[in-house]
């Protein structure tokens, strides 16, 4: 197995600890770097007090090109928040052709920034995976396009009329900086909606059914729950004439089938079940006519940094599963 060599760009909030926390593990990291510029200087656990005494290191400024240049197998992760990482890249491209790094540099951003971009691979795993094998840049799905993704995908050869979709999300989706409505005090004892209709991932969700022949409008409303990891997805939709659950149920299993981070589980997904690991949970209902499919995960592993190790390791043609055989830490 090729060792590679590690920078996370971003490493001090939730998604660079993740990535830290996966990757300190993986069989084929060698080394593991990580920027922060508030924060430089400080040891990881500093801002990730779950990775004292296992992760080894500090936060730096800026990245040493020079060093990473080094690497025979080097990759960038950019944990930035977003449209960071489409500012500083007219520089990274700069610094990576000074140092005749660019060319063989993996990149895997988690940010929106460039999800829509064509020249990127887009990185969900549980689609098409051979597209990722060797792929240089690649975008990471957003956590509710993931779920969304995973519930609509296997329904696209259908072209339903209309599908609605409610998805709830932990407060860790809208990162370390707290605002008045994402802090949790705020919500750890509510519940509503939010960006109601409107929510950005719904481009990326829209342009990968499209590529399916999906054609119905997708009508979608987010929550903010009272939890701090998790989405819990629910898609209704008209069925095919004739479809009951069971129909349904191996509709999906064969969808999936060989697909070892989706499950397929009876009754109620559960958030609890998925959290801490790189697992989605899918289950689903039919009844006179109608179906509904519901998706549970965790939004900083499936939904973030643990499909961006996924994609890292595809990429390298290694087993996606490769250093993420990790049960979720039930109960949540």
């Known amino acids: 197995m090729s060792k590679v060599d590690v920078l996370i760009l971003g490493a001090s909030g939730y998604g660079g600890g993740e990535l830290l ?4 593990n993986h069989p084929a990291v060698a080394s593991l770097r990580g920027t922060a510029r508030s924060h430089a200087g400080k040891p990881f656990h500093a801002q990730h007090p779950n990775l004292r ?6 936060f730096e ?16 992760f950019s944990a930035l928040p977003h449209g960071e990482l489409e500012k500083l890249w007219p520089e990274i491209e700069a610094a990576g052709k000074g140092h005749g790094l660019l060319e063989r540099l993996i990149v895997i951003d988690l940010s929106t920034d460039f999800r829509l971009d064509p020249a990127w691979v887009y990185g969900l795993v549980d689609w098409k995976p051979e597209r990722m094998k060797g792929a240089r840049r690649i975008a990471n799905p957003g956590c509710f396009a993931t779920a969304l993704q995973l519930a609509l995908l296997p329904l696209a050869g259908w072209k339903p009329a209309f599908v609605a979709v409610t998805a709830a999300t932990g407060s860790s989706g809208s990162g370390a900086a707290p605002s008045d409505t994402t802090h949790h005090p705020t919500r750890a004892t509510d519940f509503r909606a939010y960006k109601m209709l409107s929510h950005q991932h719904e481009a990326e969700v829209l342009r990968t059914l499209a590529a399916e022949g999906w054609e119905a409008p997708l009508s979608f409303v987010p929550q903010s729950a009272p939890m701090v990891r998790g989405i819990f997805a629910t898609a209704q939709f008209p069925l095919p004439a004739g479809m009951d659950a069971a129909a349904l149920k191996a509709h999906f299993e064969a969808f999936y089938k060989g697909r070892f981070f989706v499950r397929i589980v009876d009754g109620s997904p559960r958030v609890a079940a998925t959290t801490g690991s790189a697992f989605a949970d899918i289950a689903v209902a039919a009844r006179g006519g109608h179906g509904a499919v519901m998706v ?4 900083l592993g499936k939904g973030m940094a643990a499909q961006a190790v996924q ?10 599963w490769t250093g993420l055989k990790v049960a979720g830490g039930y109960p949540g």
């Open 296 to 299: 549970a995960l965790d939004n």
């Open 61 to 76: 400024a800026t990245p040493d090109w020079a060093a990473l240049a080094q690497s025979p197998n080097p990759v960038l």
């Open 53 to 58: 005494g296992l992760v080894e290191g500090a």
């Open 311 to 320: 994609n890292l390791n595809l990429a390298l043609g290694l087993p996606e």
């Open 21 to 24: 926390r996966w990757l300190s």
